[in-house]
């Protein structure tokens, strides 16, 4: 835990095309973290769309940001646009160097792949993209959070909130951040147990399957390019 004297300085990546949930979740529980603030950076200082159509507003540029002590990177299907955009990739690399503890969200895990900070780490991202976490260097697990040192990882879309909650525990202390769960009355109890390909009835899963293939598809060969690129052996089959 960080001494609650200490000022944090926190801020998450948006880009065109991230799923909105991997940004706004996590807010929910990042901007209410005490004796914090908390930005929302983006490439530019213009607005832009999330995968569904949503328009978001940065707070600032990237090269306008600090040193943050925490990095959030989100993911979604825009994610791919950037993973060999090296001004993208650079800051975060940078501010991921410099800060105290680093959080992704669903495919936010692979930009960090990209930018070459996922060598030995124990990660997860969303189900479609977990097969590609070997590419990166990093070690796969299971589970809707791990956690890795000071880094965060959240599996898909809404695992989001689950990691922020972990992260404002590890960040302020566990009463804090069940104070801001009971704020935001976070006690899910989902009408169907539908939420991962464990649980998903057999057809429900191959839908779901077939309208990512062809976004899976691309991640793959920039992956298999990246780990080209960084000396690491593909996994086999």
């Given at each position: 835990m960080i001494p609650p004297e200490t000022h944090l300085q926190i801020g998450s990546l948006l880009f065109e095309g991230l799923d909105q949930i991997d940004l706004t979740g996590p807010f929910e529980v990042l901007s209410r973290i005490?004796?914090?603030t908390y930005r929302i950076y983006a490439p530019t200082?213009?607005?832009?769309?999330?995968?569904?159509?949503l328009r978001l507003t940065p707070d600032a540029a990237l090269a306008d940001a600090p040193q943050l002590d925490v990095l959030h990177v989100p993911g979604g299907f825009g994610?791919?646009?950037l993973m060999r955009d090296e001004a993208v990739l650079g800051w975060i690399r940078r501010q991921a160097e410099g800060a105290g503890h680093v959080f992704s969200v669903c495919t936010g895990a692979l930009l960090l792949g990209g930018a070459a900070l996922l060598r030995g780490r124990r990660a997860t991202t969303?189900?479609?993209?977990?097969a590609l976490l070997p590419y990166f260097g990093a070690q796969p697990v299971d589970r809707r959070v791990v956690v890795d040192g000071t880094w965060v990882f959240a599996a898909g879309v809404t695992a989001g909130i689950d990691g922020a909650l972990r992260l404002a525990a590890?960040?302020?202390?566990?009463?804090?951040?069940?104070?801001?769960q009971l704020g935001?009355?976070?006690?899910p109890e989902p009408p169907f147990d539908s939420g991962t390909p464990r649980t998903a009835p057999a057809a429900i899963l191959e839908?779901?399957?077939?309208a990512v293939a062809e976004i899976t598809a691309r991640r793959e060969a920039t992956a298999?390019?990246?780990?080209?690129?960084?000396g690491i052996a593909l996994p086999a089959g």
């Open positions: 005490p004796n914090a200082a213009e607005s832009v769309r999330d995968i569904s159509g994610q791919e646009a969303h189900w479609s993209a977990f590890e960040l302020r202390g566990i009463e804090v951040a069940q104070a801001i935001m009355e976070y006690a839908r779901a399957r077939s298999r390019g990246i780990a080209a690129d960084l």
